[in-house]
């Protein structure tokens, strides 16, 4: 059965860190692209980071590509999204979801293309 589960939220300061982890399972993790995507409270979804399993390509949000960084973990499935310098914006909940990859690369534009979507790990942060 093919699942990914988020985990590694929480309240955090603003110029704190946190790494949250995608955990998989049921699929070849090898072979997919895995996105994360956070949804602020009244905001739609965006996507924040992708990495392209096979290849290791990685994209990132404009806005935010100077503070987040996607990894894999080797040996293991699960897809990791360490935020540093957090900033009260970046309150939300974060989900990782997959994309099978038609190319080289991973885009976040294109939302429809992923599923298996994880319950999401809320973000919170505050003074």
């Known amino acids: 059965q093919v699942q990914l589960v988020e985990s590694g939220g929480g309240l955090v300061q603003p110029g704190g860190s946190l790494r949250l982890s995608c955990a998989t399972t049921?699929?070849?993790?090898?072979?997919?692209?895995i996105g994360w995507f956070r949804q602020a409270p009244g905001k739609g979804r965006e996507g924040v980071s992708c990495?392209?399993?096979?290849?290791?390509?990685?994209n990132y949000l404009d806005s935010v590509k100077s503070r987040f960084t996607i990894s894999r973990d080797s040996g293991k499935n699960t897809v990791h999204l360490q935020i540093d310098n957090l900033e009260l914006e970046d309150t939300a909940k974060y989900f990782c979801?997959?994309?099978?990859?038609?190319?080289?690369?991973?885009?976040?534009?294109?939302?429809?293309?992923?599923?298996?979507w994880g319950p999401g790990a809320q973000v919170t942060v505050s003074s």
């Open positions: 990495l392209n399993s096979r290849t290791g390509t990685t």
């Open positions: 049921g699929f070849n993790l090898d072979l997919w692209i």
């Open positions: 979801a997959r994309s099978w990859p038609t190319d080289n690369f991973c885009r976040l534009n294109s939302q429809s293309q992923y599923g298996a």
